[in-house]
């Protein structure tokens, strides 16, 4: 008797294995009834009979056919073992660390096998997996000095590079996905019970499979379907909290694929649904409603739309709330909207400006926040109201007990720019000085932005005194 191998131990093998055997058992069963009868003209059972042996036949011969593509798919892998371990390096993706079918060049200038980088960048990464540099785009092309220099050397090794890896398709989907994510979106339009369910599923794929998020972008009523069940009430809160939390994080898993990011925003009922999400619901389905506001503003087109749609006084209300599991999503997502000057206004406008010095002053995620007024600072209206609400003694007090670099550097920007528009604010940092030095010793040891906005400081405070002593 044959020793199982490896190949025996795959789950689809041993399902086909186990079809086959009831199909035969089928059969004979068919055959012995059709030699039995006594094939009288006035009986159809036996033509009945016939037709099931031939549809028996037909599934088992496309069962075999299956079987035997695996059996030699596996042979020609374990053949070739050996030859693809001792391929030079550079025919190998620096992902799969395999010899690649299809290589192309990234934005970085590196190069990959197709699938592999693909499935990277479906996963919403941005970066360069070998070099970390941030890619200007996110257009694969092929490498075919590469492709022409590993289809020599495979030809030279006896290797049939084709047969060698069967790729379904270059996001990793099978035709069965996609009939499934069509069944589940039908779901949503369904009963209650069925949207509870599909909801749950399609969170759970969109977050494990990359693939699912892209199938997203293929049609135009996905998103709209997706969020059929909670748009229909004006009470966003009467909607049942778990299906809002599915549908929800279902729409942020999909706001990380690159290809939706504009295709999401866009879709008109998404950003209000998104604005309703903020105001109630559970901690996580508002919290995941920031994240995909955060996650949609990386495209400089969205944080103008998002901005525009008034979404950014749900998420200072949100951060003022001061809920833990949401406060780091919030605080991203308003400083990413905050990077556009217009926004920055917009954020003023809505009380940003108070919210954030409240939580500073009970240090309350304090390195966020800071960045966030660090942008807001180059907007007047804001630094005004900095210096109206005591920034000064918040930031400097800071600045003395942070061991956080970037801390000091945002604070001594800020405390800059305030002394720029509003001079009365240098006698609280002269009084600082002579207690502190905490100017002073900045400018000495801080990093080197730190050293030249605390160096401004000075001189300004130099100016100063030179003035009231001429006076």
Known sequence: MAKPGVLDS??????????TMELKKELQRLLKSIVDDDDGDENCNNINTIDKAKETLSVLKELKLRNSSSSLS???HNNNNKALTCCPDEFKCPLSKELMRDPVILASGQTYDRPFIQ?????GNRTCPLTHQVLSHT?????????????????????????????????????????????????MSSSLSDQKTAAKELRLLTKKHPCFRVLFCDSADAIPQLLKPICGSDSFSSI??????DVITTLLN??????????????PMVIPLLMKALRSGTVETRSNAAAALFTLSALESNKELIGKSSALKPLIDLLEEGHPLAMKDVASAIFNLCVMHENKARAVKDGAVRVILTKIKNRIHVDELLAILALLASHQKAVNEMGELGAVPSLLSIMRESSCERNKENCVAILQTICLYDRSKLKEIKEEENSNRTISELAKNGTSRAKRKASGILERLNRVVNITHTA
């Open 240 to 245: 049942y909290p778990d299906l809002q939390e």
């Open 74 to 76: 596996f042979k020609l």
């Open 10 to 19: 795959d789950p689809e093998v041993v399902m086909v294995k186990k079809r």
């Open 119 to 123: 499935n990277w960048l479906n996963a």
């Open 254 to 267: 999909i706001s990380i694929h690159d290809n939706n990011k504009k295709v999401v925003a866009e879709t």
């Open 139 to 187: 257009i694969l092309t092929p490498n075919h000095l590469i492709r022409e220099m590993i289809e020599r050397w495979c030809k030279n090794q006896g290797i049939e590079l084709s047969n060698t890896v069967q790729y379904i398709n270059e996001e990793g989907l099978k035709e069965a996905d996609r009939d499934h994510f069509l069944c589940l979106l039908k779901k």
